[in-house]
């Protein structure tokens, strides 16, 4: 580790070299799923970018990329159930094959909302990809189709994952010292 922000992390979850193979192996099922086709893949902001990033580059198909922006979490770390979107796609989805990039799948509240919102807008297809999945955080059921790694309720932040906006930057996927977000130790 050589980051300033290694100190605030308890330890590596994920290294750098991990997540770049677990991406394409990822990538290589969605190539497989897709022959043919040209997905539209949909990156959530903002903690799926750097995810989203990795895995475009590892998919060999055509495909097109466009953003949303919803926030579900105030500054904590506990989601408040209330889902607002703060930017819409730029395309029209109507019949196309989605697919929702997202780094984490955790209570499913703001995911399940987002998909029954894109299914309105008539796609061929919709589908979820999450680079995490924290299925004992879930509250409201979500189909999900591509995930990277499941994991237990840890507080993680890194390629993408903030706490309070921060550690987004860090290459890898980290455990936060609890003492960072006033937790026990
Ligand atoms: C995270 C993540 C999902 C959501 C998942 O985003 O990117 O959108 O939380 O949690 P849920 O399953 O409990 O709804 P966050 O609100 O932290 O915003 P960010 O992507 O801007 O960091």
Known sequence: MEHMLDKDVERVL?????????????????DRDY?????????????SFVFMADLVRQIHLPCTVDFMAVSSYGA?????????????LSEHIEGRDVIVVEDILDSGN??????????????????????LDKPSRRTKEVELHYSGFTIPDYFVVGY????????????????LKPCVYGGEE
Do not use: M, W
Request: charged share 25%.
């Open 160 to 175: 993408g994952l903030d706490y309070a906006e921060k550690y987004r930057n860090l290459p890898y996927i980290g455990i």
């Open 14 to 30: 994920f290294s750098e070299e991990e997540l770049h193979r677990r991406v394409a192996e990822i990538a290589a099922e969605i």
């Open 35 to 47: 022959a043919g086709r040209e997905p539209l893949l949909v990156s959530v902001l903002r903690g």
């Open 110 to 131: 703001t995911l399940s909302y987002l998909l029954q919102l894109l299914q309105a807008r008539s796609p061929a297809s919709v589908r979820l990809c999450t680079l």
């Open 76 to 88: 904590g770390t506990a989601s408040s159930g209330q889902v607002r979107i703060i930017k819409d």
